[in-house]
């Protein structure tokens, strides 16, 4: 592993581990984060499994009713039928806080005069199968708004969770390695500092003592000679 | 207020006018792309479209996974679910945990 490029002093040695405290921390953190995630996406993925399937068999129903409809009728009678809409569908879009991802949560409301009267147009010249597909059409219309919310809401979540993913991964296997690297060089670098300043400090300290003993060799000297001249003569 | 889109052929997506959603019917894939970046960047908070449409254009729908809205989703079509909303899915699970467990 690579270490940091950086110089060994003992400043940048308090920083790093700073440093290296913050993104342990975080990096517990973002993997909490990403098993909650996880569990919840699971959960919402095998709803939107099931939704997906109810909602491909029920159309399934309302375009095989239709077939009936545009085959017992002319397609432009037909068109004419359909072309003005009685009922007007708006959303309301709501927020969704799912561990800090924003998700959209639709809330549909229409605009109609009489619920049980959806029908655009009358009932003189249209067959009973177009009655029947379009009121299909409506009743499962709450299932497809799931559909669309459920849907994108996996969506944003695997989007959150691979980013979270290459958080984690980005900490535990390059981040985090990184910083316990640079500081184990950093401290074997002053350590060793440390060592040849002591080295230094005692062959300094052996010259000098040397230094004293040849002194008082030569001092010593000179006093047996002074003593030798004093008595001896 | 937002409003809801539906795209695809003709044939398929007549009949959601009659329940109160915006249609645009579109020929081929190269007008429902167009379509689809149009009414995107209106007011629609929904836009489903049909899987014979969603095949020729995953690209420019999966511009629009990570954003919040629009959500753009696959139905089937009139002649049967060709597989693509399920593996919409299953692409998702894919890409979060790595593996197909769904």
Not at chain 1, 140 to 168: C, D, G, M, N, Y
Not at chain 1, 191 to 216: C, P, Y
């Amino acid at each position: 592993m690579a270490r940091l490029n950086v110089n060994p002093t003992r400043m940048v040695l308090t920083s790093l581990k700073k440093r290296l405290k913050v993104a342990v921390k975080g990096h517990k953190m973002l993997k909490d984060k990403r098993d909650e995630l996880m569990k919840r996406f699971l959960e919402l993925a095998r709803e939107n499994k099931k939704v997906r399937a109810q909602v491909d068999d029920q159309l399934a129903n309302v375009y095989s009713n239709f077939v009936i409809a545009s085959a017992v009728m002319s397609s432009e009678v037909l068109d004419e039928a359909l072309m003005y809409p009685k009922q007007g569908v708006s959303i309301e879009v709501g927020k969704k806080n799912v561990m800090s991802v924003n998700v959209p949560v639709f809330d549909f409301t229409t605009t109609t005069d009489d619920a049980s009267n959806i029908y655009p147009y009358g009932f003189a010249n249209t067959s009973g199968e177009l009655d029947s597909a379009i009121k299909n059409l409506s009743e499962i219309f709450p299932s497809l708004l799931k559909l669309a919310a459920l849907e994108k809401e996996v969506q944003l979540l695997a989007a959150e969770i691979e980013k979270t993913r290459r958080r984690v991964n980005a900490l535990e296997y390059v981040m985090i390695p990184q910083f316990q690297e640079t500081i184990k060089y950093i401290q074997m670098k002053l350590d060793e500092n440390e060592r040849g300043n002591q080295t230094r400090l005692m062959k300094v300290k052996d010259m000098m003592v040397q230094e004293a003993i040849l002194e008082k060799v030569e001092n010593n000297k000179i006093a047996i000679e002074e003593y030798k001249r004093e008595h001896l003569n | 207020m937002y409003r809801i889109g539906v795209i695809g052929d003709k044939q398929s997506v007549k009949g959601f006018k009659a329940v109160g959603l915006d249609v645009f019917d579109c020929l081929n894939s190269d007008e429902a792309k167009k379509t689809l970046r149009k009414i995107a960047k209106e007011d629609y908070a929904i836009i489903y479209v049909t899987e014979n449409m969603c095949k020729d254009i995953m690209d420019v729908i999966n511009e629009y996974n990570s954003v919040r809205l629009p959500a753009i989703i696959p139905i089937p079509g009139m002649d049967g679910s060709i597989g693509i909303g399920s593996s919409r899915i299953k692409k998702a699970v894919e890409k979060a945990v790595g593996a197909d467990i769904i």
